[in-house]
């Protein structure tokens, strides 16, 4: 069967602090890997996505994630968090001839100042 | 770049009353889904449709039907809203794999029903 995990309900971290929201997945065959943030009361935005080649993808907002295969993780990464960070973020998982993505249940970032 | 739209940001029903929910992409996507969104649960999925007139069942069918008359159009029908269907509904769409194709998502519609 085909999951995902987000182990960390939440994640707390204090502006201008590297932040890391951690994902991990189990499927059958190449996996391609997505993270998507989502603001209250709005829908999900795209960030990145991992499909092949280099291990470490950069995504919008400054937002970057590191694909490790023999871990099967992708966890989401930024150098510097800002306030505006805060948001609630997704992983998902698809893999090719699958009908859908498989979502985790969502981390929620906040970012103090 | 893609846009999804959501017919509703809020609709508030009562208890057995019928709930369309509509959603228009301008992408000429070929997949169109529909997800709810629960505290605690993550996104789960309702119905996705690959193609005009085709559809097929998600994790969470039950209570929900889907009509997909148009490529950029994707309707979500309650038939009978109940107290246990409020909840946040996201539409989203991708272009030709359901699988591994970037979704684009509208901006949810937030439906209460009483």
């Known amino acids: 069967a085909q999951s995902v995990a987000q182990p960390e309900d939440q994640v707390n971290v204090a502006e201008g602090n590297p932040l890391t929201v951690k994902c991990t997945y189990s499927v059958s065959g190449n996996p391609y890997l997505f993270w998507y943030v989502q603001y209250p009361n709005r829908g999900l935005q795209f960030l990145l996505k991992y499909i092949t080649g280099d291990n470490l993808v950069k995504g919008s907002y400054g937002f970057e994630a ?48 | 770049d ?3 739209t959501q017919s509703s940001r809020y609709l508030v029903k009562r208890t057995g009353e019928k709930v369309f929910l509509e959603c228009v992409q301008d992408m000429d996507h070929e997949n169109m889904f529909w997800y709810r969104q629960d505290p605690g649960l993550g996104l789960r999925l309702i119905y996705f449709s690959y193609d005009v007139k085709m559809k097929e069942k998600g994790d969470i069918p039950e209570g929900y039907s889907v009509s997909r008359e148009k490529k950029e159009r994707f309707s979500l029908i309650l038939e009978s809203a109940s107290t246990n269907q409020t909840s946040m509904y996201l ?24």
Not at chain 2, 91 to 114: E, I, M, N
């Open chain 2, 2 to 4: 893609v846009k999804v």
């Open chain 1, 66 to 113: 590191e694909f490790n295969k023999s871990q099967t993780s992708f966890h989401l990464k930024k150098p510097s968090a800002l306030v505006s960070d805060s948001a609630l973020y997704f992983c998902a998982v698809g893999v090719y001839n699958f009908n859908k993505f498989y979502f985790g249940s969502g981390t929620k970032l906040n970012v103090k100042p």
């Open chain 2, 91 to 114: 539409c989203a769409s991708s272009l030709a794999s359901p699988s591994t194709d970037t979704q684009y998502f509208g901006p949810g519609t937030r439906l209460t029903v009483l």
